[in-house]
């Protein structure tokens, strides 16, 4: 079936360094991928997102890169912080539905450290 | 404003009892979606309203499983009878249109014992 997974599960960064976090897809058609954060205690939290049109958005110190030919994106949180700590995942509109029924990655925890 | 909000946060229950969880959508939000994240793996969709219709339910897993959303306000999720494997957090999301942006409740963490 559809996958939309994750690399590593845990990624632990110094605050103030730059956090990169991993995601690749299977279905060579999806076309739009939003990036969550979700906090211990809360939902997904909506953080960027990026058509597949582009190849870079950016937004407030994030940066989502999309290279569709290996099928893969990646989140970049510059200058982390501890407030950045939190699982992050990567999601995809399900083909065969509409656009919020979405596919999740598995999830990445990213933990700062001062 | 308001978010999605659900209820309980935490359910603990015995295999075989039942229980029903609510999500009260943003107000206005006609498109109310459920999904589950079971045993620290993916976010799984379940399923899809429209107001008060199933637009989708292609997720939902079981006949164990039965969600309403009476009058296409709130919805509710019962799970009866409730199996270990039913364990994880369910989280309700709601959007204005079925292509904006879908917003997330806290999620209610369900532990079968």
């Known amino acids: 079936g559809e996958s939309v997974g994750l690399h590593l599960p845990t990624l632990s960064v110094q605050e103030g360094d730059n956090s990169i976090i991993n995601c690749a897809y299977s279905n060579s058609a999806s076309d739009y991928f939003i990036w969550y954060k979700q906090e211990s205690g809360k939902g997904p939290q909506f953080i960027i997102d990026?058509?597949?049109?582009?190849d870079k958005r950016q937004g407030q110190r994030v940066t989502v890169l999309l290279n569709k030919t290996v099928k893969h994106l990646s989140l970049q949180i510059a200058a982390t912080q501890p407030g950045d700590s939190a699982v992050y995942f990567c999601a995809a509109p399900d083909p065969s539905g509409g656009y919020n029924k979405l596919i999740f990655g598995a999830g990445t925890r990213l933990a700062v450290h001062p | 404003e308001a978010g999605v909000t659900q209820f309980p946060s935490h359910s603990v229950i015995e295999k075989g009892q039942t229980v029903t969880l609510r999500c009260d959508p943003i107000s206005g939000h006609d498109n109310l979606y459920w999904y589950r994240r079971v045993m620290g793996k993916e976010i799984k969709f379940l399923l899809h309203f429209v107001k008060e219709s199933k637009q989708d339910e292609s997720g939902m897993p079981n006949n164990r499983f039965l969600a309403e959303r009476t009058g296409g306000t709130y919805s509710t999720l019962k799970v009866q009878p409730a199996e270990l494997e039913d364990s994880g957090v369910y989280f309700c999301?709601?959007?204005?249109?079925?292509?904006?942006?879908?917003?997330f409740g806290q999620g209610t963490r369900l532990t079968v014992v």
């Open positions: 999301a709601s959007s204005l249109q079925e292509s904006t942006e879908a917003f």
């Open positions: 990026i058509r597949s049109n582009m």
